[in-house]
C-alpha cells in the first residue's frame, strides 16, 4: 500500500493537520507527488470562497483511470481489484483483477468512443450494482465523458429530470436487477423516462437477467454487440486539472435536485487520501464499502479511492436482508473482509432481529468498521462495536456529505479518538468552524452551532451543473468566506465534533437525502391534493421518516375507506415522481395547515405534532387559524 502521506499515529496526525492549515498549498503538493501526472500543476490551490471558485491543481493534466488502473499494472496487475457478490448467494461471485478490469474498461471505453461518445459529453448511467457499473463508470472516465450515476431506484420522472438537467446523450442501462427476492426490469424504466429526453440518442444495454427487452431501432444497443471484437486497450484522454470527472444529483432544501460537479485532479487527491488515512488501509485488506455506486458514497469509497489506493473492493448487488439478515455477515466471513463501511440504518435494521445470524459467523477477519450517512446513535454504536467488531475493530463515523467529495470529519481507524456519536475530529485540510446565525464564529470546547468550513479543500464542489450561481447561493453565500454543510454540530469538551443533524429543510431517510419541499411538488402532482407541508421526524431504523400533512380539495373524507384510497393514490404519485424510498411513512389528510398571517406554514407545529410532542407546541398565538392545530393534533397517525 502506498506509505505515502499516511498517516501512523496521533503525532503524525497532529504534524499533518498543523502543516495542511499553515502551509496548505505545499502540504497538498506533497501529498500529489506520486500520482501519475501527465504534466503537472502550475499552482495548488486558487480559492475565493465568497465567490464559490475553488481550483486545484491548476494546469495540471491527468487521467483518472490511469491512476485507477495502469498506474497499478506492473506491481499489482495480478492482484483483485474488484470482488462481486452477487443478490443471490447461489450464483457464482466473479473477480476481476486489476489487469483484467483495465481491459474490460478499455473495452467499454472503445464501446463508447464507437457509439460517438466524445470528452466532455454527459452519460448517465442507471444500472445493478454489477462489475459492469463499475467498468462502464470508469470506462466514461477514461475518454473525459463525464458521468452521472442515477441510483437505480429513482423512477422514471427522476431519471428524465436528470438526464435534461444534464443534457445527456447517452444512457447506459442493464435489462433488469435483482433486489432481495424482488427483480425489476430496468430498462423498461429508462424507456418511459427517454421518451421525455430530446437529447439522448444512443441506449446501451447490458445483458444481466437474461430478460427480453424492448429496443429501440437506431437509438438502442446491446453492449455484448456492440464489445464483440473491440480491442481491450484504449489510450487515456488527457484531462484538465479542473475538467468535470462527473455530476451527481442531490437534494437541497428547495427546487429539484442539483447536479453537483466534482472535476479530476482534486476529487482524486482527495478520495485516495482520505481513503487510506481513515481507514488505515493495509496492502491485503478485503474492503468492503455497502453503499451503491449511486450516492456519492460509492464514488468515493467502493470505486475511485480503493481503486486510486490499489485495495480490493467488494461490490455487493443485494440486500442486507436477503435471503436472510444473516447475509451481510455470511459475505464478510465468505470473502475474508477485513474493512467494513456501512450505514447507520442498516446497522439498526440487523439489530432488530435475532443475534443468531450473527452468532453463526466468526468475523474474525474484520479488522476496521465504517459508519457513514446519518449520525450514528450509542445504542447502534455499541451493537456494531460488541457483536461486529468483537470490541477489537476501531469504529470510524465519517461525516462528509456528497458536496464535500471525500470524508471531513472522522476518526483515523485507530489513531485519533474514536467515541461513540462522534464523529470525531477533522481531516488535515479541513477547517471546521462553529457559526451563530448571524454568521460569527464561536470560540472553544463545549459549543454548539451551524456547521461551516473555513479553508478550501481538494474535494471541495466546483459548482452546480449548468447553474453556478445555485452553487453559490446554497453554499457559499450564506456566510461569505465559509463553505455551508447545512448541518448543525456541536464540538464537545474534547474538541471531538458530533453532528446533530440538517438545519435546513432537508430531511435524511435511511442515508438518503431529500428536501421536503421536493416531496410537497410531487404530493402536489396528483389531482387529490390542494397543498401539503412535510416534515421529518425521529424513525427507529431509518433515522428520519416521512410525515407527509395533505389538503384536499373537498375537505377531509369522513369514511375511513375513501380517506385510504386517497393515501395510497398519494403513494402511487410519489413513486411516480421520485421513487420508492421516499414513500411516506405517515400520510394526515387535514383540513388546513397551520400557517402565520402572512402565509407561512408554521413547520415547527408540524414537526412537533408528527414527533407526538403535542404538549410543548410554542407561540401559537401568531396563527392565522389556532383551531388547525387542534385538529392536526386530534388527527394525529
Ligand atoms: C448529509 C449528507 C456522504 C455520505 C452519504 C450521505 C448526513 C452523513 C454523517 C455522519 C452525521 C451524517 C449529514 C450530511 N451525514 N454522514 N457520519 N454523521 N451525519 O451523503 O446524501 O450528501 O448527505 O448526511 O446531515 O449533511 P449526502
Redesign the pocket.
Known amino acids: 500500500m502506498p506509505e505515502h502521506a499516511r498517516i501512523r499515529s496521533l503525532e503524525e496526525y497532529h504534524e499533518a493537520y498543523r502543516r495542511s492549515t499553515e502551509t496548505p498549498e505545499q502540504f497538498w503538493a506533497e501529498v500529489a507527488e506520486p500520482f501519475t501526472w501527465r504534466r503537472k500543476w502550475d499552482s495548488v490551490m486558487n480559492s475565493d470562497m465568497a465567490a464559490g471558485h475553488n481550483d486545484w491543481f491548476q494546469g495540471a493534466r491527468l487521467n483518472i483511470t490511469e491512476n485507477c488502473l495502469d498506474r497499478h499494472l506492473s506491481t499489482r496487475g495480478n492482484k483483485l481489484a474488484i470482488v462481486y457478490e452477487p443478490n443471490d448467494p447461489h450464483t457464482r461471485h466473479l473477480r476481476l483483477t486489476y489487469r483484467e478490469l483495465h481491459q474490460e474498461v478499455c473495452r467499454f471505453a472503445n464501446v463508447l468512443h464507437n457509439n460517438g461518445v466524445e470528452k466532455g459529453d454527459r452519460v448517465c448511467i442507471y444500472m445493478p450494482m454489477i462489475p459492469q457499473l463499475a467498468i462502464a463508470v470508469l470506462a466514461c472516465a477514461r475518454i473525459g465523458a463525464i458521468h452521472s450515476v442515477i441510483f437505480a431506484g429513482f423512477s422514471a420522472n427522476a431519471i428524465a429530470d436528470r438526464v435534461n438537467d444534464a443534457q445527456a446523450t447517452v444512457v447506459l442501462t442493464s435489462d433488469g436487477l435483482n433486489r432481495g427476492a424482488k427483480q425489476i426490469p430496468v430498462k423498461r424504466v429508462v424507456d418511459e423516462a427517454l421518451e421525455s429526453c430530446p437529447s439522448v440518442r444512443r441506449v446501451i444495454v447490458t445483458e444481466h437477467l437474461g430478460w427480453p427487452v424492448h429496443m429501440q431501432e437506431g437509438r438502442d444497443v446491446w453492449y455484448h454487440e456492440e464489445a464483440e471484437g473491440v480491442a481491450k486497450t484504449c489510450p487515456a484522454e488527457e484531462m484538465g486539472a479542473e475538467d468535470p470527472l462527473f455530476i451527481l444529483y442531490?437534494s437541497g432544501s428547495t427546487g429539484k435536485p442539483k447536479g453537483v460537479v466534482h472535476t479530476t485532479a482534486g476529487y482524486m487527491v482527495w478520495a485516495d487520501y482520505t481513503f487510506r488515512n481513515v481507514f488505515q488501509i493495509e496492502e491485503n485488506d478485503i474492503y468492503w464499502c455497502t453503499a451503491d455506486i449511486g450516492?456519492?458514497?460509492g464514488h468515493t469509497y467502493l470505486l475511485y479511492g480503493p481503486l486510486l489506493a490499489g485495495a480490493t473492493s467488494l461490490m455487493f448487488e443485494g440486500v442486507p436482508t436477503y435471503p436472510s439478515p444473516g447475509r451481510f455477515w455470511e459475505v464478510i466471513d465468505k470473502h475474508s473482509v477485513t474493512v467494513f463501511y456501512t450505514a447507520p440504518t442498516a446497522i439498526r435494521s440487523l439489530m432488530a432481529h435475532d443475534i443468531n445470524h450473527v452468532l453463526a459467523y466468526s468475523l474474525d477477519s474484520l479488522r476496521v468498521l465504517g459508519?457513514?450517512?446519518?449520525?450514528?446513535n450509542e445504542e447502534a454504536w455499541h451493537w456494531y462495536y460488541t457483536h461486529i467488531g468483537k470490541e477489537r475493530c476501531p469504529i470510524v463515523?465519517?461525516?462528509?456529505?456528497?458536496?464535500t467529495g471525500g470524508v471531513m470529519i472522522s476518526a483515523l481507524a485507530g489513531i485519533t479518538p474514536s467515541v461513540p456519536a462522534r464523529?470525531g475530529l477533522p481531516l488535515p485540510g479541513v477547517l471546521p468552524v462553529l457559526l451563530n446565525q448571524d454568521g460569527s464564529e464561536i470560540e472553544g470546547n463545549d459549543q454548539e452551532g451551524y456547521l461551516a468550513i473555513k479553508q478550501s479543500w481538494p474535494g471541495i464542489i466546483r459548482t452546480t451543473y449548468g447553474d453556478h450561481e445555485r452553487a453559490r447561493q446554497t453554499y457559499f453565500a450564506p456566510y461569505p468566506g465559509y463553505y455551508f454543510?447545512?448541518?448543525g454540530a456541536r464540538r464537545d469538551e474534547n474538541g471531538l465534533y458530533r453532528?446533530i443533524?440538517?438545519v435546513d429543510d432537508v430531511i435524511?431517510v435511511s442515508?438518503?437525502?431529500f428536501g421536503t419541499a421536493e416531496i410537497e411538488n410531487a404530493i402536489n402532482q396528483n389531482s387529490h391534493v390542494v397543498e401539503s407541508a412535510v416534515v421529518g421526524f425521529p424513525h427507529d431504523v431509518k433515522g428520519q421518516g416521512i410525515y407527509a400533512y395533505v389538503i384536499c380539495p373537498e375537505g377531509v373524507p369522513e369514511a375511513e375507506v375513501e380517506r385510504q384510497r386517497i393515501e395510497a393514490s398519494i403513494i402511487e404519485t410519489i413513486v411516480a415522481e421520485i421513487g420508492r424510498i421516499a414513500k411516506p411513512d405517515k400520510i394526515q389528510l387535514v383540513s388546513g395547515l397551520p400557517k402565520t398571517r402572512s402565509g407561512k406554514i408554521m413547520r415547527r407545529i408540524l414537526r412537533k405534532v408528527a414527533e407526538g410532542d403535542t404538549t410543548n407546541l410554542g407561540d401559537t398565538t401568531t396563527l392565522l387559524d389556532p383551531l388547525v392545530v387542534d385538529e392536526i393534533i386530534s388527527g394525529r397517525k
Open positions: 442531490t450516492w456519492v458514497t459508519s457513514v450517512g446519518e449520525p450514528i463515523d465519517t461525516w462528509w456529505q456528497t458536496e464523529a454543510t447545512g448541518d453532528i443533524g440538517r435524511n442515508g438518503h437525502r
